[in-house]
Structure formats: structure tokens, C-alpha cells
């Protein structure tokens, strides 16, 4: 079955401590991207990858990485969690980014940061 | 900076009416694309609808138009004969092509009555 997936759903963690939420695509897509959803702010792009190794800056990338080192895996780290950083994680992915293709969503994760 | 703006938080439809949702764009890309997202309360993203911008016919997709006015940036959902599993939030999206970011409205949260 063609999928994004996620992991983990749901994750509740403290300030400072270093977390990855994975991300895996199995479609061969070759753009894949993150994206927190907040209440009222809708759903707001953190990085993307065109491509394996090509990642970029999307409008709230502070206190995020992220590494394309597969085509399949674009796993998001948060280095020192914060409270506001709390929100509904979506990755994403899609068959090249300049076309006519729509983005394939994984199921979200859910992250509390105390 | 591309700007995409949903100007509905809420909307509400009696069942097997008709409504239209609201979005505008802003972009300077002279090819590119604009799509809906529904996200129920499960909170997977699925594609309602897609719109390239160079095709000046309206796309359908069964219960679901669009009317798009490029002059205006203008790209409104119509859902026609509203069904009780159309209650979601909808999101626009306007992808631009070169960057490779795409921008999301803040999203329309749509209540369908009995």
C-alpha cells in the first residue's frame, strides 16, 4: 500500500530533550516536507527536500533540523524542545515538486512538549 | 513573499445545500498550482480538488468545483448537495513551482447540519 508513515503518533517529552519524529515514504517520491498545524494558524511548512541531500528552509524552520540521506526517510529532529513547539506534526511527500501532483500525507504526530 | 488566505474560520451548511469556500493567493510564480485539502476529524489530509493555473476551465471533481479567477487570485470550493461527511476543515494551498514551498491558508472549518 503506497504511504507515508510516521513515527511515533503521539509523544509527550520535556523541555531540552532532544527528540526525531521518522518519517518514510514508500512511493519513490522525490519531494518530501514537514509541516507543524496549529490552531488558527493552519498548516505551516518547517523544511523540504527537493531531493536526496537538497533540503531547504520553509517559513518556521527555528528549532528544527532535518536530513535527506535516503529517498525514503526524512526524519525531523528538534535538538532542544520548547513548549512552543508544541503541535501537530504532518511530513509529506510527493513525485517531484514543480508538477501537477498532489502531496501525500502521513497521519500526524502529536507533540507535547512540557 | 506568497501569501495564501482563507477569510472564513467557519463556515455552516444544512445538509444537501450548497456552499462556497473562500481563498486568494498571492504569488509571482507565472506557472503553478492550486489544490484543497479536506482533513476530517481523523486528521488526514486528503486532495478534494486541483487547479493548474494555466487551464482557464474550472476543475470538477463529482460534488466538488472550483471557480478560479486568475485576474483576481481568486480559487473558491464549491461542495454542491453537502453531505454530513463533508464536516471538516478545508485548506487551500498554493504551490509555486520554482521554490519549492508550498503556502497554506489558515484553513475553513466547515459544520454541515442535519
Known amino acids: 500500500e503506497a504511504q507515508v508513515t510516521q513515527n511515533p503518533r503521539y509523544l509527550i517529552t520535556v523541555t531540552g530533550k532532544k527528540l526525531t519524529v521518522t518519517c518514510s515514504q514508500n512511493?519513490?517520491?522525490?519531494?518530501m516536507s514537514w509541516y507543524r498545524q496549529d490552531p488558527g494558524l493552519g498548516l505551516r511548512q518547517i523544511y523540504y527536500?527537493?531531493?536526496?541531500?537538497?533540503?531547504d528552509k520553509g517559513d518556521v524552520p527555528e528549532g528544527y533540523k532535518v536530513s535527506r540521506k535516503e529517498k525514503r526517510n526524512f526524519p525531523l529532529i528538534l535538538e532542544s524542545p520548547s513548549p512552543n513547539q508544541t503541535s501537530l506534526y504532518f511530513c509529506?511527500?510527493?513525485?517531484?515538486?514543480?508538477?501537477?501532483?498532489?502531496?501525500?500525507f502521513g497521519p500526524g504526530t502529536r507533540l507535547t512538549v512540557l | 513573499a506568497q501569501t495564501v488566505t482563507q477569510s472564513q474560520p467557519e463556515m455552516s451548511v444544512q445538509e444537501a445545500e450548497t456552499v462556497t469556500l473562500s481563498c486568494t493567493y498571492d504569488?509571482?510564480?507565472?506557472?503553478?498550482?492550486l489544490f484543497w485539502y479536506k482533513q476530517p476529524p481523523s486528521r488526514q489530509m486528503i486532495l478534494v480538488i486541483r487547479?493548474?493555473?494555466?487551464?482557464?476551465q474550472n476543475a470538477t471533481e463529482n460534488r466538488f468545483s472550483v471557480n478560479f479567477q486568475k485576474a483576481a487570485k481568486s480559487f473558491s470550493l464549491k461542495i454542491s448537495d453537502s453531505q454530513l461527511g463533508d464536516a471538516a476543515m478545508y485548506f487551500c494551498?498554493?504551490?509555486?513551482?520554482?521554490?519549492?514551498?508550498?503556502?497554506f491558508g489558515k484553513g475553513t472549518k466547515l459544520s454541515v447540519k442535519p
Open positions: 509529506a511527500s510527493s513525485l517531484v515538486p514543480s508538477s501537477y501532483n498532489e502531496q501525500f
Open positions: 512511493m519513490n517520491h522525490e519531494y
Open positions: 527536500s527537493m531531493n536526496v541531500e537538497v533540503t
Open positions: 504569488t509571482s510564480e507565472s506557472d503553478y498550482y
Open positions: 487547479q493548474e493555473a494555466y487551464k482557464q
Open positions: 494551498d498554493d504551490y509555486g513551482g520554482s521554490q519549492g514551498n508550498l503556502i
